[in-house]
Nanobody, 119 residues
Framework: QVQLVESGGGLVQAGGSLRLSCAAS????????MGWYRQAPGKQREYVAS???????IYSDSVKGRFTISRDTAKNTVYLQMNSLKPEDTAVFYC?????????????WGQGTRVTVSS
């Protein structure tokens, strides 16, 4: 199990940028997968991006080319750099961690950080 704490959310204008952080309670190199999900008002939680223990990254089509997931293993922190933000990116963003062979739903989750993009 790992505790995750997100930060970095806030209010930004369309076209702007934000960087979210997810601090883990233990070494992230021992965590198979870490990722970001988001939940917009009135919508289901959706996958955004993930990074493996080896550093490989995957993105949803909706954010590919605009968002970048990265990590700092010395700080046990995963980041989500969000550029060219759109009003439809408004959501609560959650950090999550899981093992290979498990599901995100059964993984560990942070409390979320709110991102609001104004038009």
């Amino acid at each position: 199990q790992v505790q995750l704490v997100e930060s970095g959310g806030g209010l930004v204008q369309a076209g702007g940028s934000l960087r979210l952080s997810c601090a883990a309670s233990r070494s992230i190199t021992s965590i198979d997968l870490m990722g970001w999900y988001r939940q917009a008002p009135g919508k289901q939680r959706e996958y955004v991006a993930s990074i493996t223990s080896g550093g490989s990254t995957i993105y949803s089509d909706s954010v590919k080319g605009r968002f970048t997931i990265s990590r700092d293993t010395a700080k046990n922190t995963v980041y989500l750099q969000m550029n060219s933000l759109k009003p439809e990116d408004t959501a609560v963003f959650y950090c999550a961690a899981r093992r290979y062979g498990s599901t995100w739903a059964n993984g560990d989750w942070g409390q979320g950080t709110r991102v609001t993009v104004s038009s």
